[in-house]
């Protein structure tokens, strides 16, 4: 069965500054990875997803993720952090378009 | 596109009452998804369906939880007896045929007194 862990529960940064939220996922065989945002009161909104092909993935508003099969890893990151990007991350996998399953999520707190 | 549509956002039962949580896929999409999320156990699969056909119900409880999809533009998830422990958001997501990313509505908060 497949598993995501995501071992940052809290991270905080400056805006302005740059991000990276960890995944690391267990799953025997090719995965289809997804970050999803969730902002307070609100449903999952899709960031970005791996299909497999290039390991570099571009997701909305200066998002983007690199797969790493060695380090069975799908890391997101971001240039440079708006307050606007204050919310929960949840890296996902999905083997075959069925069900998600979710990592615990890391709460991004983003300081003026 | 109105995105996926749940409805009620808030439902608030007593112990032992039913609940009936409703969900609207994005038009033409093939597949509906039904997930629980709470603070304790983050977010759950429950069960989902393709072409109205249920495919995977392995997170469902045994009892009490049941999930339908009578038509392409509606699923329910139907709650009977509920209990305390039943308090959560319950999400709906949908996707396309082919495609693996789901689309989520806002959720069912469902408090049990």
């Known amino acids: 069965a497949q598993s995501v862990t995501q071992p940052d529960a809290r991270v905080t940064v400056s805006e302005g500054a740059s991000l990276q939220l960890r995944c690391k996922y267990s799953?025997?065989?090719?995965?289809?990875l997804f970050w999803y945002v969730q902002y307070p009161r609100q449903g999952l909104q899709l960031l970005l997803k791996?299909?497999?092909?290039?390991?570099v993935v571009q997701g909305v508003n200066g998002f983007e993720a690199e797969f790493s099969k060695s380090n069975s890893s799908f890391h997101l990151r971001k240039a440079s952090v708006h307050w606007s990007d204050w919310a929960v991350y949840f890296c996902?996998?999905?083997?075959?378009?069925?069900?998600?399953?979710f990592g615990d999520g890391t709460v991004l707190t983003v300081k003026p | 596109n109105a995105g996926v549509i749940q409805t009620p956002r808030h439902k608030v039962t007593g112990k032992g009452q039913e609940a009936t949580l409703w969900c609207e896929p994005i038009s033409g999409h093939s597949a509906v998804f039904w997930y629980r999320q709470t603070i304790v156990q983050g977010l759950e699969f429950l069960t989902y369906f393709r072409n109205q056909a249920p495919i995977d119900d392995s997170g469902m409880p045994k009892e009490r939880f049941s999930a339908q999809m009578p038509n392409q533009s509606h699923s329910t998830l139907k709650i009977q007896s509920t209990q305390p422990q039943d308090s959560a958001v319950y999400l709906c997501?949908?996707?396309?045929?082919?495609?693996?990313?789901?689309?989520f509505g806002p959720g069912t908060r469902l408090t049990v007194l």
């Open positions: 996902a996998v999905s083997p075959d378009g069925g069900k998600l399953t």
């Open positions: 997501a949908s996707s396309d045929w082919g495609e693996y990313e789901q689309y």
């Open positions: 791996y299909y497999p092909g290039d390991p």
């Open positions: 799953y025997f065989g090719t995965p289809y």
